[in-house]
């Protein structure tokens, strides 16, 4: 089926466009649980990541619809809300919808100029046309970047926001920098393997966590494959980068670090299972449901229970409104939704 916004908003009645054309969840239904986004980002908290000529932040334009630029779903063809990432996937790379795909996912559609666009006071708006309380906003460091120390400095003034920090697995003083963020009250850590194309099991992300470990803070890291093994003759480059967060590599950290308090970014993406598995092995492990579409939510909940699932979106690459919609859709009753959206968060931030 191909889709048009007025045919999504036809098929899910809970949703209506805001004045940006993003998709809102309707208020009546969610503000009731003060939502608490687990996983969302800015333009400040990743910019030393972004391509040199990029690094500088557009004056922010506020009615850019970020459903139109992002990656996920890209064109609006390949929505799906019932597959994760709610989109298909193309067979192969070596076809046009392939390419386009391909063009996507290495940022050269829509994703650069939607994040320099990602300004505090956009981010703000956005929560509020969203009805989300709060947000975990979440830094990803360059080496020579400031991402954790900016997004702190930005947000100070705003009750909103709960910021995590962010050290390279390269720093060459790991210590001071968490020391230094903690001094400045950050409530955890998070960490980017595919981004910085540093597997999770590699022997740095180890003595990082090691460090972290210590902080008994929550760390929350991405995970699992964000493309389906169907999709074939990925670029090297390409795949070598999704690999760097296999379930394998966090089963072989978790021996190591059993108790670590670990939130499983994305549900483990498209090894959903694979991370459930891992979540029934080590209780200490959340998830946080991004990117997940309701059915894998609800099997989640009847194999996890709901205690140790949170609502995040991985804004502003996808609306709030769809990863709220599937909790909805995947819940049995009120316990759980307010677990979910709310509960478990505030339990694991110690707010």
Partial sequence: ??????????????????????????????????????????????????????????????????????????????FDFEKVGYRTWPKTSFSISGMEALAELFALKGVIPMLQNASIDRVLQDMKQSHVKKMVLLPIQGLQGRESENCIEATRKYAEFIVFGSVHPNETNIQNKINSYLDHGIKGFKIAPHVWNIGFNDKRVFNLLGHLSETKLPILSCSGLAIPATFKNLPFSLKKSMETQTAQKYAEVLRQFPDLKLIFAHSGLEQNDAFVELMKQYPSTYADISTQPPANIKKMIHSIGADRLLFGSDYPFFNQAFPLLAILKATNNEEERKKIFSINARNLLNI
Avoid: W
């Fill in 1 to 78: 089926m191909k889709y048009s916004k007025q045919n999504i908003l036809a098929q899910q009645n809970e949703l209506e466009l805001n004045t940006s054309g993003d998709f809102v969840i309707r208020k009546e239904l969610i503000e009731q649980y003060e939502p608490i986004d687990f996983h969302a980002h800015c333009y400040i908290g990743i910019a030393s990541m972004l391509p040199a000529l990029f690094r500088s932040p557009k004056s922010s334009r506020m009615n850019k619809s970020f459903f139109d630029l992002s990656c996920y779903p890209g064109n609006i063809k390949n």
